[in-house]
């Protein structure tokens, strides 16, 4: 595991650059601090061996239940209406963002 | 006349409905007035009188014609993460406060098909993330309870479902949904002085929940008391074709199991659950406990589940980690609210949108799980988590494999807190789901039973928990506990109300 004191505002910039989120200036010092605290306090984890353990993803897993796929058919349709209701912008029923391509 | 009729449980309801002694519209007017008295406790993001009244005339017509439904006419609400179709559903975040969903979730739509009238959509923490309501957009909920020796300090309700447990606690519904991630049914239940079960992962439908970590999300109730939970996670659970991880399990009649004969049954007492400063109320009260079901021919045996300690750490990587990836979709694009100014590119919309859409407690675990994903640390902290969540999961298997029937724990380690002092460290914060998070990983059910008050006068409740798909033990026992306990609950009388 990584050295938690690693965690600098560059860090921080990175990852809201990869989150998406923007931040301000005076969020980043808190926000350092507080990922540092946390990152500190979970690397206990490093104490023990895991060398052989299996990684566990879902409680289904140890409870023996399986994820039957459904067929593939379409169960639904005809509703643009109900999906476009709540997009913030909508032209020819279609969501509208910021031109991406030039 | 009218409080008498708020202090029936809803099997009494029931059985007056049937007998044609009471509609279903009084009781729903009668609820619809308690709604409207307790809104300085913040319990409701929406309330929707209209879809109540609607729904109880309509359980009145059934009733008549001899048609009634399992839940016909009983007062309830949602925390407000079930989406509702037609009705506002925000997981008290600014990013969906204008969201009206166009579908039902399958929890929401099956207690709609079993009759109950809905009341509103309950506060909670900003998409389940905390233990106190204080992280919602809409301002935290108030706990109902407060201490006889500060009684105008208003308390948190705990969290995340702390609106449903504060609604259910004061009287504006019999019953509430909520869910639990890592003891956001277990600790809010456990500070209201109700009961909360969060059942087997894969015991109900997560189809239309808000998702905040998809391999620990389940939704379970609150309710005044073990039977009456049994009553409505009947019509909650079972396996839905919209949601792959729904177990195909029979479900049996939860409320035909409770008998309360719990003679032999073998009860495990954790040791790692009693660290060295364990508070003497919460060790007092669990010590009781432990007395009571002896006394009612259990049998107590320590066990150990070597790798608690270890549980919050795990559950702070995986918790925030999937709940970055579930948040992605809240970009401004296709619902939700987006920014006024969203700037000049498709990335300058997602940032702003969600910069100013989402909570600092949201913003900081987002971060932290995008961290722990992030290329170069998956496998030291994602990974690793995992393993360690095996072995806890793991612990559990070997003491139930050994014959112990159900494990005895307290739910949280404190009673309900300050909402103007709460803890402000996030670690702090966090420790409050260090009873309830091991048994979220290993995805087994557990219930938070009253059991006494701590020494300022607080509710604080014991949990039980039981192997996978035993729900139906589970409910006998703790039903077995809250008839040895004999708590006593506030009354629609006792309510805390803060002056306006």
Not at chain 1, 29 to 35: R, S
Not at chain 2, 51 to 78: I, Q, T
Not at chain 2, 104 to 117: F, H, I, M, R, Y
Request: glycine letters at 8%; proline letters at 7%.
């Amino acid at each position: 595991m990584s050295d938690a004191s690693a965690v600098t505002k560059e860090t921080v910039l990175k990852i809201a650059k990869l989150a998406r989120i923007e931040i301000s200036e005076k969020d980043i010092p808190p926000l350092v601090q507080e990922m540092c605290g946390i990152l500190r306090w979970i690397e206990c984890l490093n104490r023990v061996d895991t060398s052989s353990t299996p990684p566990l993803s879902t409680p289904l897993q140890e409870l023996n239940i399986s994820q039957p796929l459904r067929i593939d058919t379409v169960t639904d349709g005809n509703i643009v209406g109900k999906i476009l209701s709540n997009a913030p912008e909508v032209a020819l029923d279609m969501f509208v963002v910021p031109k991406v391509v030039e | 006349m009218p409080n008498s009729l708020l202090t029936l449980s809803a099997l009494e309801l029931l059985s007056l409905l049937k007998k044609r002694e009471l509609s279903a519209l009084d009781v729903c007017e009668n609820y619809i007035s308690q709604v409207e008295k307790i809104r300085p406790l913040n319990a409701f993001v929406t309330e929707t009188p209209d879809v109540a009244r609607k729904n109880a005339e309509d359980a009145d017509k059934r009733y008549k014609s001899g048609s009634s439904l399992p839940l016909d006419g009983l007062p309830f609400a949602h925390k407000d993460l079930f989406a509702t179709e037609g009705i506002l559903t925000t997981s008290s975040s600014k990013i969906l406060s204008n969201f009206i969903p166009p579908y039902e979730s399958t929890v929401s739509q099956k207690l709609k098909d079993s009759g109950v009238v809905l009341m509103g959509k309950t506060n909670m923490d900003e998409f389940a993330m905390g233990s106190s309501t204080i992280t919602s957009h809409y301002g935290p909920s108030l706990n109902p309870w407060v201490s006889p020796s500060s009684p105008t300090t208003a308390l948190v309700p705990g969290g995340s479902s702390g609106g449903s447990t504060a609604a259910v606690a004061a009287f504006a519904a019999i019953a509430s949904t909520g869910t639990d991630t890592g003891g956001s049914i277990r600790q809010p239940a456990s500070y209201c002085g109700l009961v909360g079960i969060k059942p087997t992962y894969g015991r109900s439908s997560r189809y239309g929940i808000v998702a905040f970590a998809s391999s620990l999300d389940q939704a379970g109730v609150h309710a005044r008391s073990v039977k009456d939970a049994a009553l409505f996670l009947q019509y909650m659970a079972g396996h839905d074709p919209k949601d792959s991880t729904s177990a195909k399990v029979d479900v049996p009649s939860y409320l035909e199991a409770i008998t309360g004969d719990i003679k032999g049954k073998r009860i495990g007492i954790p040791k790692e659950y009693r660290p060295e400063g364990l508070s003497p109320d919460i060790s007092r009260l669990w010590d009781k406990g432990i007395a009571l079901l002896q006394e009612r021919g259990a049998l107590i045996e320590e066990i150990s589940l070597p790798h608690t300690d270890l549980a919050l750490p795990v559950y702070y990587i995986l918790a925030p980690a999937e709940a970055s990836s579930n948040l992605a979709r809240y970009d401004g694009v296709r619902f939700g609210v987006r920014v006024e100014h969203p700037g000049d590119t498709l990335n300058d919309l997602y940032e702003h949108t969600r910069g100013s859409g989402f909570g600092a407690e949201v913003k900081r675990r987002i971060f932290l799980g995008t961290y722990v994903l992030s290329s170069g640390f998956y496998d030291a902290y994602f990974l690793k988590a995992q393993k360690v969540r095996f072995l806890i999961a793991e612990d559990f298997k070997k003491v139930f494999q050994n014959g112990i029937d159900f494990i005895l724990t307290p739910t949280t380690p404190s009673g309900a807190f300050s909402v103007e002092n709460p803890p402000q460290d996030p670690i702090e914060m966090y420790l409050n789901d260090v009873f309830t998070v091991p048994s979220s990983l290993a995805g087994l059910p557990a219930i938070s039973v009253p059991a006494g008050l701590s020494e300022k006068g607080l509710p604080l409740g014991l949990q039980l928990i039981a192997p996978a798909f035993q729900e139906s033990g589970l409910l006998n026992i703790a039903y077995a506990l809250e008839h040895a306990v004999q708590f006593k609950g506030l009354t629609p009388e006792t309510i805390f109300l803060p002056q306006a």
